[in-house]
């Protein structure tokens, strides 16, 4: 049918907002390592039919916000289709935005306080059930922590409005500063009311801090602007948590927080005040201890108890979903190249032509190498295609010279497209798993990325005996399928990952037997079988991921994105030919049991090292000699790729 898109065997999440994404940058990162997740970000004025697109894409829509993205969605037809969660800060919670959605169809409503959960329930139509709790984490490893000590040094971090108390910051600021004007107070954050710029601008020289009052703006190192800070402080009047303070106190730097609306839910009693004076006090107090401050965030707040809460969710959506549906291919791939009758469309959708080509060559030159040493470039052959989708090696045979070619295609579409465009070749529309669709007998027959859609396992033993019963003698059948070494399983109703021993006792018992199976790529495909690496397993998955994202990246050039699939198609295939092995899609060479046919294959004689090394040279100086090489995803990209070959 098509590339073996293995990312169809993880659930696809997509990401909506307005480009406010900060708080679901660690969150996407760390999903990314189980899920195929892409971010779309929409404008409001010209973007919102990009909505419907990205939700028939995935199958898991999230909506970082409570807004116009997720009133839109949930009014949409496709929504009563897909699960969609959505994340509801405290700032939609006091608008009219909750009251518009169409609640029947979000499945998962998260909170990150039980204050704000309580609000809303009271105020909206929401059912407290499909409701759940999970607070942000703070990832540990991106804060630096030492142990620290009283100081002099006050930090506030965040936007300054009406919600975070402005007037109660800048009087305590003063109250602090008057108990011991050795204090210096440092702000990391921007005005959202020039009206508050213009009052701490006036106030803070009548209140006489003109030396010790910084306002130094957003900081894009924060855990390095934090360095030198002994407090954090918070005037805040409602939060959902307040991350900046949990940022800081992952460093060991001591809170001092406002008793906003919700607070005693979060914070310890000791950590909080409720007049000026407590905040002088808790200040000013000798009571400092860095080791507490930190392991209050490790064991209530950290990135990974969030990532698992958020991964409980889900899977729970995704087991309630299976109980209700059955994989219907048929349906599926008609559906699909109906609508994208392409090369994305039997490829890894989202990632574009370019990516798709790559890793169709990857496919095509292993083949050809095979079909230049097994058949001996012989054209004076019968051949049957199953699954020929948009006719990439339909393409290959003809130009190869071949005569007698047949296909069967599970998509009308693709026998009617295909038979115009090749009028000389025969196409049928039909299952393979039913033998009315074979005549006679074929000295080749091919399946690329086929038989992994066929779910259910008797149909898939019967399309198996229908190629044995129609495979010539000495005739030769190639896959090309996601097979497994270490019997790894898909999560996904729509793709199978077989295992080796598996399909091998499958073809024994139909008179076929595996002569060879050779790895087609390393890591450019989803790499089910990573954990052939053992400690290196998740490299591989964050490589494939972080991939995935520089291929969907609009402000990447289609020229630089040429260069670096070029690349990573070169690096792959010297990965490949220094352990012969892949972590994805395998080439399988089938031969009827009887037949004691020599095939003597080395992947190596068709991967040119030398070529590979030479044309990396290249590539590599056109990386580095480029604007591409100051991209941040590309740099870690290529870091991964060298650990996979420590």
């Not at 897909?82 to 909750?98: D, G, N, V």
């Not at 703006?217 to 949990?246: A, F, P, R």
């Not at 291919?329 to 798709?356: A, T």
């Not at 399983?489 to 076929?512: A, C, G, H, M, T």
């Amino acid at each position: 049918m098509g590339e073996v898109n293995i990312t169809n065997g993880r659930k696809k999440i997509v990401f909506f907002s307005k480009g406010d994404d900060n708080f679901i940058i660690d969150i996407i990162e760390k999903l990314s390592i189980q899920y195929e997740t892409s971010k779309a970000i929409i404008k409001v004025s010209t973007d919102m039919k990009m909505i419907d697109k990205w939700m028939k894409w995935a199958d898991i829509c999230w909506f970082e916000w409570c807004d116009e993205l997720l009133i839109y969605a949930s009014k949409l037809e496709i929504a009563k289709q897909k699960k969609i969660i959505c994340r509801l800060h405290s700032y939609e919670a006091f608008t009219y935005y909750p009251a518009q959605v169409n609640w029947e169809c979000v499945d998962k409503l998260i909170f990150v306080s039980e204050d704000i959960q309580k609000y809303v329930i009271e105020h909206f139509k929401v059912n407290k059930g499909n409701t759940i709790v999970i607070p942000n984490g703070v990832d540990m490893s991106k804060w630096s922590y030492k142990q620290r000590e009283p100081g002099f040094n006050v930090a506030y971090v965040g936007y300054i409005n009406y919600k975070k108390g402005p007037m109660l910051l800048l009087h305590t600021i003063k109250a602090i500063y008057d108990k011991d004007n050795r204090y210096k107070f440092y702000i990391a954050g921007q005005f959202q009311d020039t009206r508050y710029l213009l009052y701490f601008q006036q106030m803070s020289k009548e209140f006489g801090l003109e030396n010790n009052f910084f306002i130094e703006g957003w900081q894009k190192d924060l855990d390095n602007w934090l360095e030198d800070k002994n407090y954090i402080l918070c005037t805040s009047v409602l939060e959902s948590q307040n991350m900046s303070v949990m940022q800081a106190m992952a460093k060991g730097i001591k809170p001092v927080v406002h008793n906003f609306v919700g607070a005693k839910g979060i914070y310890p009693d000791e950590y909080l005040w409720n007049t000026i004076d407590e905040a002088v006090c808790n200040i000013t107090e000798e009571g400092y201890n860095s080791d507490e401050y930190r392991s209050f965030i490790d064991i209530n707040y950290s990135l990974e108890k969030q990532i698992n809460a958020i991964d409980k969710m889900i899977n729970e959506l995704i087991i309630k979903d299976k109980e209700n549906i059955s994989f219907d291919y048929i349906e599926y791939w008609n559906n699909r190249l109906n609508s994208n009758f392409n090369i994305e469309g039997v490829g890894n959708f989202g990632l574009g032509e370019i990516y798709n080509k790559l890793l169709y060559k990857c496919r095509i030159d292993i083949w050809d190498g095979i079909f230049n040493k097994i058949l001996n470039e012989s054209r004076d052959i019968r051949v049957l295609e199953l699954g020929p989708g948009i006719g990439i090696f339909t393409e290959y045979f003809y130009r190869k010279g071949i005569q007698d070619y047949e296909a069967i295609d599970i998509s009308s579409k693709s026998s009617i497209e295909l038979q115009h465009r090749y009028p000389k070749y025969q196409f049928k529309n039909g299952d393979i798993c039913e033998d009315s669709h074979y005549e006679g007998e074929y000295d080749l027959i091919f399946c690329a990325d086929v038989l992994l859609n066929i779910t259910n396992e008797n149909q898939f033993k019967k399309a198996i005996n229908n190629i044995s019963r129609h495979l010539c003698a000495d005739g030769i059948c190639i896959f090309f399928e996601p097979i497994s070494t270490i019997n790894t399983k898909s999560q996904s109703p729509q793709v199978i990952i077989r295992d080796k021993e598996y399909i091998e006792k499958v073809f024994i018992d139909n008179n076929l037997v595996l002569v060879d199976m050779q790895p087609v790529v390393f890591f450019m495909n989803y790499p089910f079988d990573r954990n052939l690496l053992g400690r290196k397993s998740n490299n591989a998955l964050y490589l494939f991921n972080l991939i995935c994202s520089i291929f969907k990246d609009t402000t990447i050039s289609n020229q630089n994105k040429q260069i670096i699939g070029e690349y990573l198609l070169n690096r792959d295939r010297q990965l490949v030919y220094n352990n012969k092995l892949g972590l994805s899609e395998k080439l399988l060479i089938v031969q009827k049991s009887e037949i004691n046919k020599n095939i003597n294959f080395d992947l190596r004689e068709i991967l040119n090292i030398k070529k590979i090394n030479s044309r990396l040279k290249v590539l590599s100086s056109a990386i580095y000699n480029n604007e591409i090489q100051q991209h941040n995803s590309l740099n870690k990209v290529i870091e991964l790729v060298n650990s996979l070959e420590d």
